[in-house]
């Protein structure tokens, strides 16, 4: 995966190049006149709506997905000797779809095998409008699903549409009742096969391209594994926070649009680092003792900016995901550890280095980032309201927003104003429930009762 601002290099170039060259002459070969019109297509289409889109794929990354995609259908095809309705489409959209979270190239590839598929046929467009019908339900279908079932429906539904369409197109060609059913069964057997080799294989192709689909995240998302037990057991506190994160998250990528899961999933993990000193964190202390008062400010700031670093090496070790490691790396930016600059300033009025008591960086590169940023210090700031009505949970939450968004720590993302403002309306509403008010209850007179007669009893 590579960063959206990142600049193509010219040995990019030229494999993109090289490989759509590759293209037209396969099509040119199975005539199809419009094959350069296809080709052009597609290089619009990657342009247009996947350079500049966040945590793109890489050129080599879509060039290697296109030439798999080439191979098993020429191997099929031509060297099985199987029908052109065997073409896995359907398959490949699920996986496009699950790998790269996006449903924009899930459609730009389910064009490409589309069109492939067509030049097997000399030009029946038949085959192809069929394979990218049921390639768009399918994706559609299995976009951001959480179980395996529904990705073998969506399999399936999206070869009932192939059949469908391919029938409607081809109309008074044919003849036989026969050849329908063949189609259906075609279709069908095609589709609900791929979607199941999908499933096996989705491991695979997640360590070839470097992803993370929603079926893993829901791996990393279960309480019994060894480094989200540690943090129950170990850092209780923190545990606690990171949950309350994890819903403001989910609830503000909901509202936007972005990865509900990964976020939540990244809100866990956030905070990891607080593992190797937990005590030196309030939210872990039993019985408030201030362990940083006997400590200089200096030596208090390594330790509060340290857990950054401490917590990637855990993730390190433990296996993590890189794409889970970016929330621990980045969820503070270079964000100022406030407190302690100031109690430092307090006793050197002189003191004038900033930079030294904040945190590495880099700043959040991601929308699920972002919100996992914001949702932390909101969280943190929430519990020091001493009486958190609606009008200061909501002051306070767009306070954070707009302190973060003047110190430039939103921008290296590509949110927008309006998505901020979501996003704080979601903030809001969460932290509303947690700190609503509950009323007054009266005493339980028959409790009250019951404890006066066992006094009498004992007397």
Do not use: W
């Not at 359907?90 to 389910?110: H, K, P, Q, W, Y």
């Amino acid at each position: 995966m590579i960063n959206p601002s990142k600049r193509y290099n010219l040995l990019d170039i030229f494999t993109l190049s090289i490989f759509f060259i590759s293209l037209t002459y396969i099509f040119y070969s199975y005539s199809l006149d419009y094959s350069p019109l296809v080709v052009i297509i597609l290089i619009i289409l990657y342009f247009k709506f996947f350079k500049k889109m966040e945590d793109s794929p890489s050129i080599i990354h879509l060039c290697l997905l296109g030439s798999i995609i080439v191979f098993v259908s020429f191997f099929m095809v031509k060297f099985l000797s199987l029908s052109v309705y065997f073409i896995p489409a359907v398959g490949f959209s699920i996986l496009i779809t699950l790998l790269f979270d996006n449903v924009n190239l899930a459609i730009f590839f389910s064009f490409f095998i589309s069109s492939l598929a067509v030049s097997f046929l000399d030009g029946d467009l038949s085959i192809g409008l069929g394979l990218f019908s049921g390639s768009l339900v399918a994706t559609k279908l299995s976009y951001r699903v959480y179980r395996r079932f529904d990705l073998i429906k969506a399999g399936i539904l999206g070869g009932l549409v192939e059949a469908i369409v391919i029938i409607l197109v081809k109309g008074n060609k044919i003849y036989l009742y026969s050849q329908y059913l063949k189609i259906l069964q075609y279709s069908l057997l095609s589709s609900f096969f791929s979607s199941v080799l999908v499933i096996g294989l989705l491991p695979i192709f997640e360590f070839i391209f470097g992803a993370l689909s929603n079926i893993s995240l829901l791996e990393l998302f279960d309480f019994n594994r060894p480094l989200v037990k540690r943090l129950i057991i170990e850092a209780p506190g923190t545990y606690q926070h990171s949950l309350v994160v994890a819903n403001l998250s989910e609830a503000a990528a909901n509202a936007i649009g972005a990865n509900p899961l990964l976020a939540r999933v990244g809100a866990y993990y956030h905070d990891i680092g607080k593992l190797s000193k937990p005590n030196y964190f309030i939210e872990n202390l039993v019985g408030y003792k201030d362990v940083h008062k006997d400590l200089k400010p200096s030596l208090s700031k390594l330790i509060i900016l340290n857990h950054v670093k401490e917590g990637i090496e855990l993730a390190k070790k433990y296996h993590l995901h890189p794409k889970i490691i970016d929330f621990i790396a980045q969820h503070h930016g270079m964000s100022l550890v406030y407190f302690f600059y100031q109690k430092a300033k307090s006793q050197d009025s002189d003191l004038e280095c900033m930079e030294e008591y904040r945190y590495p960086g880099p700043r959040p590169k991601t929308k699920e980032i972002v919100i996992v940023s914001l949702a932390d210090a909101i969280e943190a700031l929430s519990r020091t309201l001493e009486d958190p009505t609606p009008s200061k949970i909501e002051e306070l939450v767009r306070e954070v927003i707009r302190k973060r968004l003047i110190e430039g720590e939103l921008s290296e993302s590509n949110l927008t104003l309006k998505e901020l403002e979501e996003i704080a309306l979601a903030f809001i509403r969460i932290l509303n429930a947690v700190f609503h008010a509950r009323i007054n209850y009266p005493k339980d007179e028959y409790r009250n009762f019951k404890s006066t007669e066992e006094k009498k009893i004992k007397h």
